[in-house]
């Protein structure tokens, strides 16, 4: 069989696999791809999917990453069956309309601003919401070691994965020739002991495993330990009258937030006059599948449950439904708690309440998940002084903290003890869903604890798997990351330069209001080049 890595390949995001038998060809997740410019454009590369020839999909559980190109795929011609758990297959729906609705928005946007700058709009969604309506009746659940046969030599079994809720790990059987080969797709993995989600399943055996490795180079910090970090985080903002911004993703990051919040209150570590604003719609209505859905979650918070306490409530805690209702947070005077989508602070609400609080020096931004590459969540987390947001520079004075604590991902440790459960010494291990850093540092600590054979696949590479015969790569792409071309960059502005200093005494003759534009533009250009520097 013939497995193609179409996402999530040295990077986190995007994750897709294609699986070719002689029979059948089909694809675990389908993730759209998030963080730099270069990385996102793979979102539009649709030909590489094939959508019309994929028999169906498997998805491991309900975030982005791992699903927000369905509609993608819909739209080019795909139609066959999406299997998942029932509660990813609740909130994949609910999720895909957000995605949507984030995409015909944005187009808009810029084409708004094409137009105000004289030029045609021209600016396409990357799909629209009829596209993710058409994902829903495609949509087949399946329980949690339930074994079901999508078609014919493919057996499925989907494992809890601790991760978020529904999510799982994949056992995946295909009859070739008479012989049955078992793939592992481990999604994301679930820390042990977080709060609301149940420890990852372990799973003993496979001829193939392809691993997740999001922390492969850290672990956490404790859950007492983060909880204490946010303690301090809201102690800094009310001791000052400023707001607390935390990013947060919707599934699962916003939900788990609110349980420690609510182990603050019940400690008397969150002041009673601090209100506590989710503001997120999508948010709000995934706290209700969770809600629903209570014999998927850990035996403590089920126990909370029977009692009639909530651990996802506050006395405190206000919903923010409306755009006008997320405005007045940022109007009000004094302190408070707000919680708000996109967890990488690169879209929706998150982005006002940033342009309205980092730049105070008693505000704090409290980072509680993994931080792509090229997403404003990372560049502050990796210290930047200015961000930009809605065509502005922002001034970071606000203190910010970075939780690892509260991630849904285990760090790598916890991934060696998962990974310690399989008892195939000959199982070849492909890293996935990880930064090459990661990776690497995990595949060293692979090898050295347990000996297996570790290979980290490149983005749309192809390989052919056979039981004990080695890994016969079929294509290898010669470029590992998308393509940046620096040195034309550098050429063309060195050029650029070059002729404003060859016309500088024509620019003197000018007069002071057109030599005043020049100047804030190239005042601008400055900036950015302080934002290069800053990278370096």
Known sequence: MKIIFLGAARTVTGSCYIIETGKIRFAVDCGMFQGAAEIEKRNWETGVYDPVHIDFFIITHAHIDHTGLLPRMTQKGFSG??????????????????????????????????????????????????????????????????????????????QDAGHILGAAILEVFIEENGTTTKLVFSGDIGRRHQLLMKDPSTI???????????????????????????????????????????????????QEILYSLYLLHRAGKLPQDM???????????????????????????????KKGEDPLDLPQLKFSLTTAQSMEINEMQGPAVVISASGMANAGRIKHHLRHNLWRPGASVVFVGFQAEGTPG???????????IFSEDIA???????????????????LLDWLGNFQNKKMQIFLVHGELTAQEQLATAIKNRYGFAVDIPEYLEEIQLNVDA?????????????????????????????YLNNIRQNIQQLSSARKSEISELLKEADRNFAEVKARL
């Open 81 to 158: 069956p999406v299997y998942t758990t029932e509660p990813t297959g609740d909130l994949l729906k609910i999720l895909l309309l957000d995605s949507a609705h984030i995409q015909e928005v944005e187009a808009s946007w810029k084409n708004k601003k094409m137009q105000r700058n004289g030029r045609q709009p021209e600016i396409l969604p990357l799909y629209y919401l009829k596209d993710a309506e058409a994902v829903g009746p495609l949509v087949k659940c399946r329980a949690y070691d339930d074994a079901f046969s999508p078609a014919p030599g493919v057996k499925v079994k989907f």
């Open 204 to 254: 003993s055996d496979a001829d193939f495993l392809f691993m997740e490795s999001t922390y492969g180079n850290r672990n956490h910090k404790g859950e007492e330990d983060s909880l204490q970090e946010l303690a301090e985080a809201i102690n800094f903002s009310y001791s000052r009258r400023e707001k607390v911004i935390i990013p947060a993703f919707a599934v699962e990051r916003t």
């Open 275 to 305: 209100p506590v604003f989710l503001d997120s719609p999508l948010a709000i209505q995934v706290t209700e599948i969770f809600r629903r859905y209570r014999s998927y979650l850990d035996g403590e918070t089920q126990s909370l449950l």
């Open 378 to 388: 990372r560049k502050m987390v990796d210290g930047a002084k200015k961000i930009r």
């Open 396 to 414: 970071i004075n606000a203190k910010i903290f970075t939780i690892g604590g509260f991630s849904a991902h285990a760090g790598q440790d916890q």
């Open 470 to 498: 080695p890994i016969e790569t079929v294509k290898k792409p010669e470029l590992l990351e998308p393509l940046v071309d620096l040195n034309t960059t550098l050429d063309d502005l060195k050029e650029k330069i070059e």
